[in-house]
C-alpha cells in the first residue's frame, strides 16, 4: 500500500485481537456550489404536441468538497409548457433558495440533503439538479461508479429512437428506416392533432413488424377516444401520457377502455402520485425522468415501486447534454428498467455536446455504463462558459 493509499485507511483491532483495515469515509462537506443556466443549440427542432423547440435550456449544477467535484443536471426546457417548470425558474430557486442551505453544510444521505429544502412546495427540476451533483460527489468521493451507488448491475443498457414532429411523413419514414437499419428494437413517435393517425397508419403500413410507441405530451382527452380505439388496432407497445399533464382519474378511465397500455409520464412527479396512481389503475407501463420526479433517490425508489407492482419502467429523458445523459445510463442498470429507454449519442441532437468524451453508442444500440468513479461525463469549462446565459457561485458564508 503506497503512502497515497494509506492516507484513506486506518487500523483497528476487534476484541481478537486480529488487525483489520477499513477505509476512512471522507467528509461530505459542500464547500462550494455553480450553478449554470446553459442553452444548447439543436440539429434539427425538437416538435412535440406542446411546441417546438429549437435549443435545450439546461441548468447545470457543479458541486465541490475539497478536492472532489460532482456535476448534476436539470433541463426542463425554456417554456413551461413541458411542466410548470422553466429552466429560469430552476435556476432560480436553486441560487436563490436551495444552494445557500446546503453549502457549508455536510449530508451523509441523499435523505438528509432533500430534508433541508422539503418545505418548498412541488418544483422537482429544481430539487433534482442539487441532489444529482451530490450523488455524483458522493461517486467521486467513495472511488465507485454511480451504478453501483444506485443499487444497478454492470450491463449495457438499451436504447431507443426517439422522432419528434417531422416536416413530412416521407421524411419521418426515411429517418425510421434509418433507426430500422441501425438496429434499434423499438421507435418513439411524437404524436399531436394532425400529425397523428394518417402518421401512424403509413408507419405501421410500412414497418409492420417493428416495435413503435406514441408520446401524446398531454395532447388529448377523453373526448379523443375513437381516435385511442382506431390505434389500438395498431399493435403499439404503448400510449405514453395521452392526457391532462397531472392527470390520474382520466387515465384510469382510458386504460379500462383500451388494450394498448397506458405509460404516465408527466403525471407521475413524486412518489405520493405514483401511489395514486397504483390505486387508480392509471397505467401499465412507467416512465421515469431524474428532473421530472425530483432526482436520482426519487427515481430509484419509483423503480422500486413499480417493480414490486409488477409494472415495467423505462429511462426518459429531457435531451440533457452529456452530463444528465450519462447519468441517465447508469440508472438505467437497475433491473426493472426493461424496456430500451430515451438514450441517446451526442451526436443525435447537438452539433457539439458539453462533454468531451462525447456519448457514443455501441453497434448494437446499446450505451456500456461509465466505470468512472463520480460524474460519468464531466463537461469541458470552455464550452460551459461559451453555452452559459447566467452562472453563480455560492460560498460558505
Known sequence: ????????????????????????????????????????????????????????DSVLIRMMSGQHVGWGESTPFKAPAYSPETAMSVYHTITEFIAPALVGQEFETADQL????????????????????????????????LYQLLGGTFRNVEAGADFGVQDSIDMLLGKIEGAVNDGFKRVKLKVRSGWDLDMLQAVRSTFPKQTFHIDCNSGYTLEDIDFFKKVDELGLAMIEQPLYHNDLLDHAELQKQIGTP????????????????????????????TGRVGGLSVAVKLHNMARDAGIPCWVGSMLESGVGAGILIDLATLDNFTYPGDLFP?????????????????????????????????????????AAQLSQTLLPK
Request: hydrophobic share 40%; net charge neutral.
Open 114 to 145: 432533500m430534508a433541508t429544502y422539503k418545505w418548498i412546495k412541488g418544483n422537482p427540476f429544481a430539487k433534482a439538479g442539487p441532489e444529482i451533483a451530490w450523488w455524483m460527489l458522493k461517486a467521486e468521493i467513495e472511488d465507485a461508479p
Open 262 to 289: 397506458v405509460c404516465l409520464d408527466e403525471s407521475i412527479d413524486s412518489v405520493r402520485a405514483f401511489e395514486w396512481a397504483l390505486k387508480l389503475k392509471s397505467c401499465q407501463i412507467l416512465n421515469i425522468k
Open 346 to 386: 451526442s451526436r443525435f441532437f447537438y452539433r457539439q455536446d458539453l462533454t468531451e468524451p462525447e456519448l457514443t453508442l455501441n453497434d448494437d444500440c446499446t450505451f456500456t455504463p461509465s466505470m468512472v468513479p463520480g460524474t460519468p461525463y464531466t463537461p469541458k469549462h470552455k464550452r460551459v462558459e461559451q
Open 1 to 56: 500500500m503506497d503512502k497515497c493509499q494509506c492516507l484513506k485507511y486506518f487500523i483497528w483491532y476487534d476484541n481478537v485481537y486480529k488487525i483489520r483495515v477499513q477505509p476512512i469515509r471522507e467528509g461530505m462537506k459542500i464547500d462550494r456550489i455553480d450553478v449554470y443556466y446553459v442553452e444548447l443549440p439543436l440539429i434539427y427542432p425538437w416538435r412535440t404536441a406542446y411546441g417546438e423547440d429549437a435549443t435545450i
